[in-house]
């Protein structure tokens, strides 16, 4: 982030703005992911996400930005469902998003091709979620196999997001394998990987016992000095140590405003809906937050304190206004 962006941000903040908006563009999903938190029941309002109704077409293109004109984020992620299966809407709304300076992300499977309209956009960033290497992504992840996935990015240049999983800890050498193949990769910008969030008193075969997060974060902290796209700051991977208590704690939860795919819905307390286990959380942006919060300024004195003080003092400003 530049430093105008980050004043910006700041800016954002006081006048009791969430610098980031997410928005769940779509129910569908030609996927069926064991753990997809989006597809559980009280994602969103007590409902999972295909119980909602969704929007299409010219109405879905004007009501995201509607959206983006209301809440005026920095940054837009847009999520799903999978946003390709709306990629005509998403092709249109691209440009009017990048004359507002929005910067965005599209997190996909990429199922389908990556549009070639899509690589003209500088502030665009499109995230390939892949789990694991091809035999376990392929049983997890079809139709958006390897072979598939290697079609639909041909050309192009994207980032590479895993979520790391228990079973995948349980083989030695398995985070290494993954991001050495993705690493040599020419479409690869980057690599994120985030680690498996359950839900509180879930029991899914995803979750990382303690042990192996431990020996995760030494994983990433190892790899990440061997190959350069790993794209995982010192500082971000050991947050994963000790996640936000609370999402009231969690500065990415309390910066970022989700909203579901009838446009209206909040997901709350994050984009995890329904009730995440914050002390298991593996979400890399609420580590990228939480680091950023735990950065020391001096005297003692961290950007989240200043974070915290700051959204205390616009909160009170927008009391006042009230009462006014
Ligand atoms: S691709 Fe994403 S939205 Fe679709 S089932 Fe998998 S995790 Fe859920
Ligand atoms: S992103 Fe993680 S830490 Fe933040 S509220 Fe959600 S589950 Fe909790």
Redesign the pocket.
């Known amino acids: 982030m530049r430093t105008s962006e980050v004043i910006q941000a700041w800016k954002s903040i006081l006048s009791g703005r969430r610098p980031s908006l997410a928005i769940e563009i779509t129910r569908e999903?030609p996927?069926?992911?064991p753990g997809?938190y989006?597809?559980e029941e009280g994602h969103v309002s007590g409902m999972n996400l295909r119980q909602l109704h969704d929007k299409r077409g010219e109405e879905l293109v004007q009501g995201v930005l509607a959206l983006v004109d209301e809440y005026r984020p920095l940054h837009l992620s847009i999520v799903?469902?999978?946003p390709l299966v709306r990629y005509r809407e998403v092709t249109q709304l691209l440009p009017q998003l990048n004359a507002r300076g929005v910067h965005v992300q599209i997190v996909t499977?990429a199922f389908r091709p990556i549009p070639e309209e899509w690589t003209r956009f500088e502030r665009l960033n499109v995230v390939v979620?892949i789990d694991g290497l091809q035999p376990e992504h392929d049983t997890r992840?079809k139709p958006?196999t390897y072979a598939r996935i290697l079609e639909s990015i041909r050309d192009r240049y994207v980032t590479i997001h895993c979520t790391i999983t228990s079973q995948m800890m349980k083989r030695s050498g398995y985070l290494e394998d993954f991001v050495k193949f993705w690493n040599a990769r020419p479409e690869t910008k980057k690599i994120w990987m985030s680690m498996f969030t359950p839900q509180i008193g879930a029991t899914d075969p995803e979750i990382l016992s303690r042990k192996e997060r431990v020996q995760a974060v030494e994983e990433l902290m190892r790899l990440r000095a061997i190959y350069p796209k790993l794209d995982m700051p010192e500082r971000v991977i050991r947050e994963f140590l000790h996640p936000p208590a609370s999402p009231h704690e969690c500065i990415f939860a309390q910066t970022t405003h989700t909203i579901s795919a009838d446009l209206k819905s909040v997901v709350t307390p994050c984009q995890f809906g329904g009730n995440p286990d914050c002390s298991q959380c593996g979400c890399m942006a609420s580590m990228g937050l939480a680091a950023v919060g735990n950065y020391e300024l001096g005297l003692g004195v961290t950007a989240g304190k200043v974070y915290r003080a700051s959204t205390s003092v616009s909160n009170t400003f927008r009391k006042w206004k009230r009462a006014a």
Do not use: P, T, W
């Open positions: 999903c996927l069926r992911c997809c989006a597809y799903g469902g999978d499977s979620s992840r958006a």
